[in-house]
């Protein structure tokens, strides 16, 4: 009876989340932005309502007047309406300051802008109000009743309700008006929309508006319960968020049946943890968005809709550092100079930046390399550095292993948070980093029972052989001992940071953040990749929390890792430059409590600075300011010579004519691909002969790329593939490449910031011996051997192609997959490419050659496959196609047997429509006409990239 | 006069690099072209150009002798020039009757909340759509997903219809559909340029249910104009297409054209 009461206590915080999870829906449908400040409108619109109530206007422009004087209280009507239509109006000004500038950036750099718009309205806020909470009075009837032996008080039950009724009204709207249905269709189909003459625009704008406004609502709402408070309020977001994920952002219901659920579970929780002894003390209603958010995407799984916009780079470009002896030589003298001239306050600057800079170096590793973002690094760092007291005061474990063992700890919480990115990517994870260091702060440093309490939070003063490590206390405080422990631990750190980058791991991470579809095709395990990252990150930010923790003796307190703090931290590394380790070494310099703000000192303009700036960068700037200074011309004598590529003379492959074609190699057998209604290949046979060459030709929407999808593993499909003696068909697509299968994409994945040679060895198959001849076998093979140090964004477009049938090649692939290797080719390049095609056979090598060009298909191939709606109709040696009648009449619909074979059973001819389905049937399957590729809106859902099959 | 005139229009995806370089294309009122050439030839591209999905790099375009001055796609649409994209873009969780009365509207400013009488008015422009395409009308609350092929490219030329187009561009009608099915949504475009006049650009891959229908045809190769024929007299000599789209070869494309 009481958990009932206790559940009831619940509703009203949990009808905040469903508002506010509400609010983040609407948004995201028309703009593809997850936006993390929505709880920062709640927090203005509450704190404008409070103001109003008591006959003042709250502006919270810096350089005006705190408050203005509106000569009177308020009532609650007209203060809740202006309060909720300033948030509206503030929602728009996002829309059209930060975010439709972003509107063709990708989702993730728009998710880290709304970190930014969250930073800055809550640091605006937390300036211009006034420390104690103005009291609100109750809006809804305070009324009470009894469950059992608790006293139960109407107000919040009334909050529930309002909110379902807010969010009925809102599914309402979306599904009757055609406001609301014009935005399910361009959140569907931008393209759709615009052709439809709507404008996905001013429905973005609306919607900014109109969730903006919801989220107001629940701000003013809940003010009266709540005490007003920017971080309380700002965080409101979490449960929000996990929320709104439960409704996969999408559903409107689910998201406020999870809000509603997550606010009466987590009273339910604080009851529980004051009533049961085994229950901690502190912390579990923060840990159910957590958990929520954990099992939710491990059992799940499923990707946020995406809404079709063409993703560009997220992050900046990650230099592949060339030297690292003259950096490290300089890094260190600089160090060691700036610790040896200063002392006191200085002194501490220079080590905080030491030791942030560890932290920064951390999340180039997660976000830079792998491209996860993680807002929760100095929280890990905070794990490490709580775990170092227990390690050090109470297990007594002697210095080098007590911190060791604290970033194993941190890195083993890291690994569990990073499990969700096995099966999503992106945004998700990102939630569940911000979940984590809200539940850590809660449930760990702010608990008395576990952080030590006190006394018993100290850290024992690090010293081996005898030689005092420590920062000291008193006179030559903070010693220089521990700032050289700081610099050497960086250096270290850094100098590891940077081998990752240069080496195959690194490469793997790189190809993985540039795009995970093409990473899996090189034979690349993505989710184990990410994992490490998150590992070798979350040790890092490990070691750091330990210099943390050594520097402040002291853990009792929790101000160091305030989620609040880590937020801006994560802000500093990205406006410094989060892709390399310079960046993170000019972080360091600017976190707050390190030398910037020690010169500097803006004060509580810090927060707001770098939420400004996180912004900027994000929206100008990716690459950070360190980007900036790379771009500076460095005197000859730091600047990297290009490595020699090695003049392996490669011996030319001894076949150069279409000879040794050897047994079978592939077999393909009954190959079907179904996209619901839609048959988009059938019961297709083929085989490949070792050293052949096949080509796979037809008209567009035949279902080649699809096809060809099905075969690698990107496309779910029945039938038989087998390799070899290997059943391809129920392996991941890392593992077909693994075993011999390589293929390209028709939109060439190649990884950007990578440089070709880069490029090329990730392909490099794992249990190559000597991965470094290979590439250059293949770079001389292809001729391409020159451009081994270019990037591969400068590259035109034939190279690129080059290089994408580089990368495969450098696998050993016994079977290469090549689908539009010449597209966006001129006719010579492409003659080329044949040429270097068939040098590629000789190695043993087979092919199967999808392309649009006839004169490349018909002059390098042995044999050539043809498919028009999904299915083989011609199967011969290029002369016999030439002349076949059934591919003139496939290609060009002319007179052919093919165009009376293609729809045997067809509707009658006279009606328009092919009426092969009662009208109420939801699912027709349709066995006559298949429409492979067709389904239009957007063609099958494969992977993420789904590019049309040729653009003509 | 033209209801379509393109003059000098260069198109692609970046400037200074033309996929397409210098198309005067002239389409009547009531006319059908058929827009041929073999793949990578830049049909597309001139089509998204033309409904202002992507930038023009040059040139100029009117409608109806009214300039289309600036290349976005709300404009295109107001200036009349409705394009049915080559992936169709429905709306796939919609249903056939909200994605087509979606596309009703009389002028640009109407207000997205629209009241009582313009329902019962979109409702009879549905109709209007579902007396060309009847199987619309049966398969009404089915989401458009779940239509067949040809369903689903009916409703995109539905929907493109309801915008009362001057100058239809069809993009690559017949992808993945049975002949038969492209020849009968063929016989109702005709039926439709005839009726009301519309104009209508046919990218097309199916070249002889093209040229059943179409007025004229203009080839299209490597981003230049290669042939330019009378719909009829092309059809009865396919080997200049032939030529044009496996040969590869621009020069006797070229030369025919000339002549």
New interface residues.
């Given amino acids: 009876m009481n958990d009932l009461a206790f559940l009831l206590l619940g509703v009203g915080n949990g009808a905040v989340y469903a508002a506010l999870g509400l609010a983040l829906v609407m948004t995201f449908k028309s703009s593809g932005v997850v936006n993390f400040a929505t709880g920062a409108v709640a927090l203005y619109a509450a704190y404008t309502y409070a103001y109003l109530r008591r006959g003042e206007f709250l502006n919270p422009i810096p350089g005006f007047d705190k408050t203005v004087d509106l000569g009177g209280k308020w009532d609650v009507l007209p203060a809740a309406l202006l309060a909720v239509a300033l948030s509206a109006v503030l929602g728009m000004l996002l829309y059209l300051v930060v975010f439709r500038p972003m509107r063709r950036a990708p989702a993730l750099a728009k998710a880290v802008a709304a970190i930014g718009v969250m930073l800055v309205l809550q640091a605006l806020l937390a300036m211009r109000v006034d420390e104690t909470p103005p009291p609100v009075a109750a809006i809804f009837p305070r009324e009470s009743f009894t469950v059992g032996e608790t006293v139960v008080s109407t107000e919040g039950l009334w909050l529930g309700v309002v909110v379902v009724g807010l969010a009925a009204l809102a599914a309402l709207v979306l599904r009757y008006?055609?406001?609301g249905?014009?935005t399910?269709?361009a959140a569907?189909?931008e393209?759709?929309a615009?052709?439809?003459?709507?404008?996905p625009d001013r429905?973005a704008l609306?919607n900014w508006a109109l969730s903006s406004a919801t989220a107001g609502v629940g701000g003013v709402l809940i003010s009266p319960m709540v005490p007003l408070n920017p971080v309380a309020y700002t965080m409101f977001i979490v449960p929000a968020l996990a929320a709104a994920l439960v409704g996969n952002f999408s559903s409107i219901s689910l998201t406020v049946l999870a809000g509603l659920a997550i606010g009466m579970l987590s009273s339910e929780a604080q009851k529980l943890q004051t009533t049961v002894d085994w229950f901690p003390d502190s912390g579990v209603a923060q840990a159910i968005p957590l958990l929520l958010i954990l099992i939710f995407l491990l059992v799940r799984g499923q990707r946020l809709p995406g809404r079709g916009a063409v993703a560009k780079q997220d992050l900046g470009r990650s230099p592949r550092p060339t030297r690292l002896l003259v950096p490290t030589v300089v890094g260190v003298a600089v160090g060691v100079v700036a610790l040896l001239v200063t002392s006191g306050s200085v002194r501490l600057a220079v080590i905080a930046s030491l030791v942030f800079a560890v932290i920064a170096l951390s999340q180039v590793v997660v976000t830079g390399y792998a491209g996860q973002v993680s807002l929760a690094q100095l929280t890990l760092a905070g794990a490490s550095a709580y775990s170092l007291a227990r390690f050090s005061e109470q297990l007594h474990i002697p210095f080098p292993f007590a911190p060791l063992l604290a970033a194993l700890a941190a890195m083993v919480i890291g690994v569990v948070v990073g499990l969700p990115a096995l099966r999503v990517r992106g945004l998700p994870l990102m939630v569940a980093t911000l979940a984590l260091a809200v539940f850590l702060e809660a449930f760990w440093f702010n608990n008395p029972s576990l952080n030590g309490g006190g006394a018993q939070a100290m850290v024992t003063p690090p010293s081996i052989f005898g030689l005092d490590l420590s920062i000291g206390a008193g006179e030559g405080y903070p010693q220089l001992a521990f700032g050289v422990l700081c610099l050497v631990v960086l250096t270290l750190c850094a100098l590891g940071v940077a081998w990752l980058r240069r080496s195959r791991l690194g490469a793997a991470m790189l190809a993985v953040r540039a795009n995970e579809r093409s990473a899996a095709a090189s034979g690349i395990n993505v989710g184990a990749v990410k994992l490490t990252a998150f590992a070798i990150a979350s040790f890092l930010a490990g070691l750091g929390g330990a210099l943390m923790a050594y520097q402040t003796s002291n853990m009792a307190t929790a101000d160091l890792f305030r989620v609040f703090t880590a937020i801006t931290l994560f802000a500093v590394f990205y406006i410094a430059g989060v892709t390399s380790v310079s960046g993170a070494l000019l972080a360091g310099v600017m976190a707050p409590g390190a030398l910037l703000s020690y010169w500097l000192d803006i004060g509580d303009y810090y927060v707001l600075a770098s939420g400004v700036l996180l912004v900027v960068t994000v929206v100008f700037n990716p690459d950070g300011l360190v980007g900036q200074l790379h771009r500076i011309p460095l005197p000859a004598v730091l600047r990297a010579r290009p490595a020699p590529i090695g003049d392996i003379p490669v011996a030319p492959s001894p076949e150069h004519a279409p000879t040794a074609v050897g047994g079978p190699v592939l077999a393909v057998e009954d190959l079907t691909v179904r996209y619901?209604?839609?048959t988009a290949v059938s019961g297709v046979d083929f085989g490949l002969l070792r050293g052949e060459i096949v080509g796979l030709i037809g008209?567009?929407?035949?279902g080649k790329t699809t096809l060809v999808d099905a075969i690698s593993g990107f496309a779910p499909c029945t039938g038989r593939i087998r390799l070899g003696e290997t059943d391809l068909a129920t392996l991941a697509p890392h593992r077909r490449s693994r075993a011999g299968l390589g293929r390209t994409f028709q939109d060439i994945e190649l990884y950007d910031e990578l440089s070709v040679l880069e490029n090329v060895t990730v392909g490099v198959d794992a249990g190559d011996d000597d991965p470094h001849r290979t590439v250059r076998e293949v770079l001389a093979l292809l001729q391409i051997g020159d451009l081994a140090e270019s990037t591969a964004a400068d590259l035109s477009q034939g190279q690129r192609q080059l290089v994408s049938v580089a990368r495969m090649l450098a696998g050993r692939p016994t079977v290469a997959l090549l689908d539009e290797p010449a597209?966006g080719l001129d006719?010579g390049e492409s003659r080329w490419l044949g040429e270097r095609l068939a040098a590629a056979r000789g190695s043993g090598v087979s092919m199967l050659l999808i392309d649009?060009?006839?004169?490349l298909v018909l002059s390098v191939c042995d044999r050539v496959v043809v498919l028009d709606?999904g299915s083989v109709i011609a199967t011969g040696t290029p002369e016999e196609i030439?002349t076949d009648p059934r591919v003139?009449a496939a290609?060009?619909?002319?007179?052919g047997p093919a165009?009376e074979e293609?729809?045997p059973e067809?509707?009658a001819?006279e009606?328009?429509?092919?009426?092969?389905?009662a009208?109420e049937d939801?699912?027709?399957e349709?066995p006559d006409?298949?429409?492979?590729?067709?389904?239009?809106?957007?063609?099958p859902v494969r992977n993420d990239s789904d590019a049309?099959e040729?653009?003509? | 006069m033209s209801m379509l005139s393109a003059r000098s229009l260069d198109a692609g995806h970046m400037k200074g690099n033309p996929v397409v370089r210098g198309i005067d294309l002239d389409v009547a009122a009531g006319e059908i072209v058929a827009l041929l050439?073999?793949?990578?030839?830049?049909?597309?591209?001139l089509l998204e150009t033309m409904?202002?999905?992507l930038p023009r790099l040059g040139g100029e375009l009117s409608v109806d002798g009214t300039a289309v001055a600036s290349a976005d796609?709300?404009s295109a649409?107001?200036s009349g020039l409705?394009?049915?994209?080559?992936?169709?873009?429905?709306?796939?969780?919609?249903s056939t009757e909200?994605?087509l009365?979606?596309?009703v509207?009389a002028d640009?400013g109407r207000p997205?909340?629209?009241g009582r009488r313009r329902r019962s008015e979109a409702a009879a422009r549905v109709a209007e759509i579902v007396d060309?395409?009847?199987?619309?009308g049966?398969?009404a609350r089915?989401?458009?997903?779940?239509?067949?092929?040809?369903?689903?490219?009916?409703l995109?030329i539905g929907?493109?219809l309801l915008?009362r187009p001057k100058v239809l561009l069809i993009?690559?009608l017949?992808?993945?559909?049975?002949?038969?099915?492209v020849?009968?949504?063929l016989?109702?475009l005709r039926r439709v340029a005839d009726a009301d006049g519309t104009a209508i650009v046919l990218?097309e891959?199916?070249?002889?249910?093209?040229l059943e229908v179409a007025d004229r045809a203009v080839v299209l190769v490597h981003g230049d104009i290669a042939l330019e024929s009378g719909a009829s007299e092309l059809a009865a000599d396919?080997a200049r297409?032939?030529r044009a789209?496996?040969g590869?070869s621009v020069a006797e494309g070229s030369d025919l054209a000339r002549n």
Avoid: C
């Fill in positions: 008006t055609r406001f249905v014009a399910e269709a569907e189909s393209r759709g615009l052709v439809t003459g709507l404008s429905i609306s619901g209604a839609v008209p567009n929407g035949a597209a006719s649009h060009d006839m004169d709606l030439r003139m290609y060009l619909g002319t007179e165009a293609a729809a067809e509707a001819p009606e328009a429509a092919p009426e092969d389905s009208p939801p699912a027709p349709e006409h298949p429409a492979p590729d067709g389904p239009a809106g957007a063609r049309p040729v653009i003509a | 050439g073999p793949n990578g030839a830049g049909k597309t591209t409904a202002g999905l796609p709300r649409v107001r409705v394009l049915v994209p080559d992936d169709r873009a429905l709306f796939r969780k919609l909200q994605n009365k979606l596309a509207r640009a997205l909340f629209g060309w395409f009847p199987s619309l049966r398969r089915v989401p458009a997903g779940q239509l067949s092929g040809g369903e689903q490219q009916m995109a929907r493109a915008q993009d690559e017949s992808m993945g559909l049975a002949p038969v099915i020849e009968s949504i016989q109702v990218v891959q199916h070249v002889r249910l093209a396919p297409l032939e789209y496996l590869g």
